[in-house]
DNA sequence: AGCCCCATGTAATTGGTTACATGATTGC
DNA sequence: GCAATCATGTAACCAATTACATGGGGCT
């Protein structure tokens, strides 16, 4: 059910309304963590709404309805976070590929990690300065801008992978036809 | 529809019963990359086959069926594999709460993150003689072991994880008390 | 007046989990 | 003979996607 664990944390941001939170997994969140639809995320703030881990804490124009956290939110939140079950729910197209590039002939293995190694490049590029820009403008001591770790992980991910494509495009060897000479 | 294009990549590497493929989900794949359970394995196997992507290629004891692709079955992997979407599905229960770390009072933060850096710490313990061992026993020029990759990129990724942890450990700051002295 | 975006919802279908159900074979 | 594991399936329920549906408000 981490739908709602993603909402509850979406909230201890600030309150918003659905509408706000559909366009927040439009970005890094539903990109990288968690994807969501609103036709999915207003009938789970209703049963929140319900079971009192929030409130409409204010209604405004076109029926907008801004939700705020509840104490029983924050609670159930927290818990959440700090319990860290054995098995945790995973379902990651891009992880999948990356498992599978040995099903593919050497050839096109090769094809595929050159596209992902170009791929990561170029979204390292386009990371590093919104982050070193983010840093320069934020004075040590004051609390980190939302979202700053989450993009120090992003970057660090593709890092990763980027890394990863390299030394398997290494390991598998220009030299390996599939139709000997 | 992902699971199917698992399916695919797993009996990319040789026939396999749905007993068989169940098992291979309740190891790295199933723990990183794609979960699937058998009640839903067999109904996509007979799916899979009536779409002629697989056949039954041996029935043994107990009716356990082989499965084996076909060339159907080859090229849509390799048109998946080679043919990347724009947005991918995604839905890690991880990452979720790596994005969320920032919603929680930074006391509990640096709990988490403490807690994050020992579990990948122990992973990369775990990991790493398990791939040395394999490379030690292997030849170079001979094919890679299959899961050789997915091995590697698991390491890495804790390795980008752990080094993600300290790194904002080292952020968030020790000196952030929730209550004023 | 008209367009774009804000804003919320429901319905139909597909995908996934948990629980139910059954039985054969192997090894002891 | 018994237990463990191999082996396959279905049913009920929950989660998620896609499509349908409606209308207010701000801006020009």
New binding site residues.
Partial sequence: ???RHALLGLLAHGPA????L?RAFDGSIGRYAW??????I??E??KMAEAGQVVVEET??????TYALTADGHTELRRWMLHWPEQT?V?DETVLRMFLVQSLEPDDARKLLEGIAAHCAAEIENLRPVMEADDAEHTPGDPLPFGRLAGEYGLRQYEAVHGWALWSLERLGSAQPATRA
């Avoid at 309304?17 to 706000?20: A, K, T, V």
């Avoid at 994807?35 to 999915?40: D, F, K, L, T």
């Fill in positions: 059910m981490s739908l309304s659905g509408y706000d559909t994807q969501a639809g609103h036709s999915r207003y009938p703030l209703a405004g124009p076109r029926g907008r309805k729910s379902r």
